[in-house]
Nanobody, 114 residues
Framework: EVQLVESGGGLVQPGESLRLSCAAS????????MSWVRQAPGKGLEYVSS????????NYVDSVKGRFTISRDNAKNTLYLQMNSLKPEDTAVYIC???????RGQGTQVTVSS
């Protein structure tokens, strides 16, 4: 069974950091480019970041450039998103997915509030 399971979300204050993880199973993780997307309350899915299958190429939406870092460990079948200098507008459910297909996890809630 193909599975993506996110973890690491929580409630933080503005300026703090969180590291999200996404554990993959049921497919050859190292062969797939991966992405993080997010969904804020009452809004649609927003692309956040993506990474190539070998981890060399990364891309970010402008609003998170310089604050978020995507990475992966293919030996551990895990995708990461390091989020620094969090802002209230980063509040959303963060979802990992394969970049080129509909395979996705359930998401983890990130709330940034003072």
């Amino acid at each position: 069974e193909v599975q993506l399971v996110e973890s690491g979300g929580g409630l933080v204050q503005p300026g703090e950091s969180l590291r999200l993880s996404c554990a993959a199973s049921g497919f050859t993780f190292s062969m797939y480019a991966m992405s993080w997307v997010r969904q804020a309350p009452g809004k649609g899915l927003e692309y956040v970041s993506s990474i190539g299958s070998d981890g060399r190429k990364t891309n970010y939406v402008d609003s998170v450039k310089g604050r978020f870092t995507i990475s992966r460990d293919n030996a551990k079948n895990t995708l990461y998103l390091q989020m620094n200098s969090l802002k209230p507008e980063d509040t959303a459910v963060y979802i990992c997915k394969t970049t080129s297909s509909s395979t996705r996890g359930q998401g983890t809630q990130v709330t940034v509030s003072s």
